[in-house]
C-alpha cells in the first residue's frame, strides 16, 4: 500500500515555464513533508519542505503548495531552467506504529527543454 | 537496544548567547538529521550529517551549524541566540541517509532564550 503516490512518472516543459510536480498521500497523520531532487548517479538534495500547519513554503524559485483537505501537495519551479531536469521525490514524515518514519513517493522525472 | 539520546533535555540561555546540542544515534546508525520544532513553523528541517559529512541542509542562517563525529555523535551549535530560536530541538537516526529508511527520533532538547 503506497501511503505516498507521485502519479506522473515524468514530466516535460519548456525552459521559462512553470514545472509542477504533484504528490498525494493517504495518511492523515504525516505531519511534515519534504521534496527532494535527485541527479543521476548522486544521492537525495533536500529542496524545500513544509509543516502540515502551513499550506505554502516559498524558497526563489520553488514553492510547496499543501491542501490538507485533499491530502495533496505540489511544487512549483518558476521559472523553469534546464538545470532543474532531474527526478523529484516527495516524502512524508510521521509516526507509524508508534516511530517516526519518513514514506517517500516513487519520484518524478523533469525535463526542462531549452 | 537504546534509542536516540539528546541531551541536555532543556535549557535555558540569554541573547547572545551561544549554545551546544548532543545527539547520540542508535548504535549502527550513520545518518542524524536536526530539525527545529517551534508551535508557530511547526517542523522544519536544519540538516542532516551522514559519515561525518554534511549532506543536506535547510533554510536557516549560519548562525546554526552542526558537525558529526567518528562514533556517529552529532552536535548542533547555535550561535549569538536570538529569542526566536526558542523552540524543541529534535534529532533524529537512520541507517542510511534518507531513502526508504525508517527515522528514529530522540526526546528533543527544550532551549528557551531569554
Known amino acids: 500500500d503506497q501511503q505516498v503516490k507521485q502519479n506522473s512518472p515524468s514530466l516535460s516543459v519548456q525552459e521559462g515555464r512553470i514545472s509542477i510536480l504533484n504528490c498525494d498521500y493517504t495518511?492523515?497523520?504525516?505531519?511534515?513533508f519534504l521534496w527532494y531532487k535527485k541527479y543521476p548517479a548522486e544521492g537525495p538534495t533536500f529542496l524545500i519542505s513544509i509543516s502540515s500547519i502551513k499550506d505554502k513554503n516559498e524558497d526563489g524559485r520553488f514553492t510547496v503548495f499543501l491542501n490538507k483537505s485533499a491530502k495533496h501537495l505540489s511544487l512549483h519551479i518558476v521559472p523553469s531552467q534546464p538545470g532543474d531536469s532531474a527526478v523529484y521525490f516527495c516524502a512524508a514524515l510521521g509516526t507509524t506504529s508508534g516511530t517516526y518514519k519518513y514514506i517517500f513517493g516513487t519520484g518524478t522525472r523533469l525535463k526542462v527543454l531549452a | 537496544k537504546a534509542g536516540v539520546t539528546q541531551t541536555p533535555r532543556y535549557l535555558i540561555k540569554t541573547r547572545g548567547q551561544q549554545v551546544t546540542l548532543s545527539c547520540s544515534p542508535i548504535?549502527?546508525?550513520?545518518?542524524v538529521s536536526w530539525y527545529q520544532q517551534t508551535p508557530g513553523q511547526g517542523l522544519q528541517f536544519l540538516f542532516e550529517?551522514?559519515?561525518?559529512?554534511?549532506?543536506n541542509k535547510g533554510n536557516f542562517p549560519g548562525r546554526f551549524s552542526g558537525r558529526q563525529f567518528s562514533n556517529s555523535r552529532s552536535e548542533m551549535n547555535v550561535s549569538t541566540l536570538e529569542l526566536g530560536d526558542s523552540a524543541l530541538y529534535l534529532c533524529?537516526?537512520?541507517?542510511?541517509?534518507?531513502?526508504?529508511?525508517?527515522?528514529?527520533f530522540g526526546q528533543g532538547t527544550r532551549l528557551t532564550v531569554v
Open positions: 533524529a537516526s537512520s541507517l542510511e541517509p534518507t531513502m526508504n529508511t525508517e527515522a528514529f
Open positions: 548504535s549502527g546508525h550513520r545518518s
Open positions: 550529517y551522514f559519515s561525518e559529512t554534511q549532506r
Open positions: 495518511n492523515s497523520m504525516f505531519d511534515y
